[in-house]
């Protein structure tokens, strides 16, 4: 790999995956003017992630990554953007609580509007179109002029994640995730929820311990008021997160101010490809997707080029493998990065290897497959002697039927109700929060076990 790296320099690989413009002249406005526009994150907080997730990967910390497989543009409304920080913010409660570790929350959002696509195109009754390849990108409804690739888009979900951004920390800094006011977050349905009251309990019993170091200390516990959200996004379309990547003053390096943590999705981490040049040169900390056509030789390639200096926090492997081919595929990759010495920060996404279709053709996932993944990987690392320091879902605080299974029994027929994802199943409401409550309660068993 040459060593000339600049935030151009992937223009001279294989870039798959990538929109093509009718009109270079309008790319070329978009993106000089994209260029041009103030960033949505600092390099300060990107260090600030970068250490944290350093401590995760030395078994201090637990990562909590969720959100949408894919935001829209129309779906940047305050109700959307409070439900899903509410039910990250209760997942996260009961981590803390099942881990005794502190968690890392981390959103798929304010900026995760870019997919890959299998195929190009799509045809409908003989109609042939572009394939949907997110908002920023294209549109989803089925005519030329919506899935004709258009420059200006890159520019509004730019807005739309600066949007957000602003919501988000506003809510934060007002108090929102303030811990004395876990209510704050009750979602509509918490009360009908069958797991609710061993939520409740969490809940009090966090209180309980809080009032009791308060009344020790003799003041309020500040630092534990603040509790700290980062973004990330799959780093697909590479003139996008070119165009706001910056070098800033009294820092070495090159920043992507797009958002704190963009990782490479499976189909783009390809050693020779665009997309793992782009990553390589970037100071954030960075993940890959490792899923079942991962070998021993790519990863030691990859590590080798993303993480050549072993720098604590900057490289997260995200596995996501399926229930019924984790067991085979995950060792022989850990065994890899254990020769190489090098540390990396572990992470499990449950839901992109057990995605299905339904005798209609539906897409789904089952919360069971889902689960069985995640306990098959807490057991192969602690065979391994590694440490799974993480968890990345596709969720939504809605309210939506998408995922079969969890605690109310969603069947196939129930999915219909109120499936709303244009690409990917989430886990509903109930589901995500019945799933951290499974997690933390395998941890903590896990933890009383390595004590006796
Ligand atoms: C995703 O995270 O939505 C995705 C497409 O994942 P993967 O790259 O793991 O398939
Ligand atoms: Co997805």
Known sequence: ????????????????????????????????????????????????????????????????????????????????????????????????????????????????????????????????????????????????????????????????????????????????????????????????????????????????????????????????NRVDFYTSHEGLHLLYEQAQTRQVPRRTGWYNLATHFPWIGMRTADPDGAHVEYFRGIANPIAVKIGPTMTREILLRLLDDLHPDDEPGRLTLIHRFGAHKIAKGLPPLIEAVKETGKTVLFCCDPMHGNTQRTANGVKTRNFDHILAEIEQAFEIHDNAGTYLGGVHIELTGEDVTECVGGARGLAEADLSRAYKSQVDPRLNYEQALELALLIARRVSQMNSASRT
């Open 1 to 224: 790999m040459s060593q000339c790296w600049s935030p151009t320099s992937w223009r001279s690989r294989k870039a798959t995956q990538q929109p093509s413009y009718p009109c270079l002249e309008a790319v070329d406005r978009a993106v000089e003017q994209l260029a041009k526009l103030p960033p949505l994150v600092t390099s300060w907080e990107i260090e600030s992630l970068k250490s944290q997730l350093a401590e995760a990967a030395a078994g201090q910390r637990f990562l909590l990554q969720g959100g949408d497989c894919a935001e829209s543009l129309e779906e940047c409304e305050s109700s959307n953007i409070a439900a899903k920080l509410k039910i990250l913010l209760q997942m996260s409660l009961v981590l803390v609580h099942g881990t005794r570790k502190r968690i890392i929350r981390v959103g798929r959002f304010a900026g995760q509007y870019a997919k890959p696509r299998s195929e190009d195109t799509e045809t409908r009754d003989g109609v042939t179109l572009p394939s949907y390849r997110g908002d920023l990108i294209n549109r989803l409804p089925f005519t030329e002029a919506d899935r004709t690739h258009n420059p200006e888009l890159m520019l509004r979900a730019y807005e739309r994640s600066a949007l957000t951004l602003n919501f988000i920390r506003s809510l934060i800094d007002g108090g929102f995730a303030d811990l004395h006011h876990p209510e704050y977050w009750d979602l509509a349905f918490v009360e009908h929820s069958p797991r609710a009251a061993e939520y409740q309990r969490i809940v009090e019993s966090i209180g309980d311990s809080l009032r009791f170091m308060e009344t020790l200390a003799g003041t309020s516990i500040g630092e534990i």
